[in-house]
């Protein structure tokens, strides 16, 4: 097994440490959206919000293929279709880019891969896709948490280069259960309490009981950016990237306005997945991509033509 920089999981042990690694690796020799000011606000936050970085009509070709995803799934009682805790309402849908042409498009297209590949410094590969739908009045909360601790324990992610691409498909309020960032939080990975059980992920799709950072922790966290929470909001269309050590969460919808969006995981081809830190199984293929890790090729075709090529 590769030297664990990260360590957590040790009973009863917790500790805040700095983050060895980049935020912005430099060494790409990719152009992309991304400006300066952009890649500094990111390096210093941990996450971005691009506006309306896909158009109208593009974002109502995602929902009409979501609604058909979503449908398609809503009997299937399998591992990749995560349910609402006590419900059989459709949480979300994984490994999108391989069962869905459009979906497949979508995630090479070349307004995010690019900006991925601004951030990693790197070429990229799909490591994990998924649509979410919270739907409004019962949609439920996750707790905060970073995902890097997840895939660093339960997948053997070696390093802090990779990062989520959210692309949000309805209006992000502060009212409807938007995700929710610690700014700053990337600067430190906080080795949780507890071990990791075999198979946990059937248990933390739909609430996460391990890897889950202790209180003191998150006030820390939280005093260290001056007592502020941000909130992802924006209109439909934007698209939301953020750190994968960002200490992240958000609050239950209790409002009538569904949120939904299509979610990617894009990883450094130079931080390719080893043997889980935790010592326990990988997790399934469908939450940590192994098999096909070439590098994304960006493209620019039309979203609209696959769309009509995929009905």
């Not at 890649?39 to 593009?58: K, S």
């Not at 974002?59 to 591992?79: F, G, S, W």
């Not at 869905?100 to 995630?107: I, R, V």
Request: proline fraction near 6%.
């Amino acid at each position: 097994m590769a030297m664990d920089e990260y360590p957590s999981r040790q009973g009863d042990h917790k500790e805040i440490m700095d983050r060895k690694d980049p935020v912005v690796h430099g060494g790409s020799e990719h152009d992309g959206p991304l400006e300066e000011k952009d890649l500094n606000f990111y390096d210093e936050n941990g996450y971005i919000m691009l506006q309306n970085l896909f158009t109208a009509e593009e974002v109502q070709l995602m929902k009409e293929e979501l609604r058909k995803t979503m449908k398609e799934n809503e009997n299937r009682d399998a591992p990749d279709v995560i349910k609402e805790p006590n419900s059989n309402e459709v949480r979300s849908v994984f490994e999108i880019h391989k069962d869905s042409g459009f979906f497949e498009m979508l995630s090479k297209n070349e307004r995010i891969v690019k900006a991925a590949q601004q951030i990693l410094g790197s070429d990229v590969y799909m490591m994990q896709s998924r649509i979410n739908f919270k739907p409004g009045f019962k949609g439920k909360e996750f707790y905060w948490h970073s995902d890097f601790e997840t895939w660093h324990m339960e997948d053997g992610m070696p390093n802090m280069r990779a990062l989520s691409c959210s692309i949000i498909l309805t209006d992000n309020y502060e009212f409807n259960g938007p995700l929710m960032l610690i700014p700053g939080s990337q600067k430190w990975y906080v080795s949780c309490p507890g071990t990791t059980p075999e198979d946990n992920f059937k248990q933390s799709l739909k609430k996460q009981e391990t890897g889950v950072p202790d209180n003191e922790s998150m006030e820390w966290l939280t005093e260290q950016a001056g007592g502020q929470i941000d909130r992802a909001t924006g209109p439909a269309g934007s698209v939301l990237f953020f750190d994968c050590n960002t200490m992240h969460g958000s609050a239950g919808n209790i409002s009538p306005y569904p949120r939904s969006n299509v979610f990617f995981v894009f990883n450094s081809v130079e931080n390719k997945l080893v043997e889980p830190f935790s010592g326990t199984a990988p997790r399934p293929e469908f939450l940590a991509n192994r098999e096909n890790t070439s590098p994304i090729k960006p493209q620019s075709g039309s979203l609209k033509e696959e769309a009509s090529t995929s009905k």
